[in-house]
């Protein structure tokens, strides 16, 4: 099906971790997976899953690659059929579904551009017509185009980067929220930029910051509901959105300014993400979870 790449070996070993990368950049974002150097690392080969999301339903934003991807994986082990949103990347999406669809789980794949409102109810009417229901949500669709200076930060670029990241998550949840049930559970990918700041990603570092204010209050919210809402704050992680964004330059020390010096794998982030959507957190809601490799927030 890829004949270009070579996916054989794509699941590596834990202590197999990159602490550098070679000097890339793509000009598209928000990235393409399937053309990195190296593969991202989107799966523990040594995990033993224990149906924690046994016949649940999830809707995952950019869930064919990066982060995206890795919760997608680790949901369907755990017994969840999945909704993959995504762009554009026909090749990484694709590929994401094959896996889930070989550990035994159905993927439903649904394209279109999230700065839409109207998109989001068509993801809720085919998700609803495929499966029946929703359990789980997980907003987690972004970009980010860094800039020098807020005076290079053109008006277009600041609709653009707010539309994407904060108003779809606004838009799709309004569109799950009547079908989720009592347990349900949202959850959101928010930045260690929302909390430490970004001198080049204003514009992306103010949107995180508004999805963390969204979490706890929409927590607040739906808590009479029974409905959780939390989210993830992912530190430097590996994903296609890193050389779709940064320079050659930037990519090469990605990651190593962190106390374990170097890039978090998608893997890495996606145990989060499982940890907030099964029962282990029935009594979290309104919280973030960092994972940053060791950054103090």
Known sequence: MYPEYNYIGYEKKCDDLPFS????????????????????????????????????????????????????????????????????????????????????????????????????????????ECFGKIDILVNNCGVQFPQQSILDISSDQLKDTFETNVFSFFYLTKAVLPYLKEYSCIINTSSITAFDGKK??????????????????????????????????PGPIWTPLIPASFSEKEVKIFGTEVPLKRAGQPFEVAPAYLYLASDDSRYVTGQIIHVNGGTIV
Request: hydrophobic residues 40%; aromatic residues 8%.
């Open 21 to 128: 990368f070679p000097p890339q950049h793509q000009c598209m974002q928000p990235g393409i997976e399937h053309i990195m150097n190296p593969l991202p690392i989107f799966e523990d080969e040594d995990y033993v899953a224990s149906s924690k999301l046994n016949n649940k339903v999830a809707i995952i934003t950019g869930g064919d690659s990066g982060i995206g991807r890795a919760i997608s994986i680790l949901f369907a082990k755990e017994g969840a059929d999945i909704v993959i949103v995504y762009y554009n990347e026909e090749q990484d999406a694709n590929f994401t579904k094959e896996r889930i669809e070989k550990l035994g789980r159905r993927c439903l794949l649904i394209s279109g551009d999230m700065r839409n409102e109207a998109f989001s109810s068509h993801i809720v009417k085919r998700t609803i």
């Open 200 to 233: 080049n990603l204003i514009d992306y570092s103010s949107t995180k910051g508004a999805i963390t204010v969204f979490t706890k209050s929409l927590a607040l919210s739906l808590a009479n509901k029974k409905i959780r809402v939390n989210a993830v704050a």
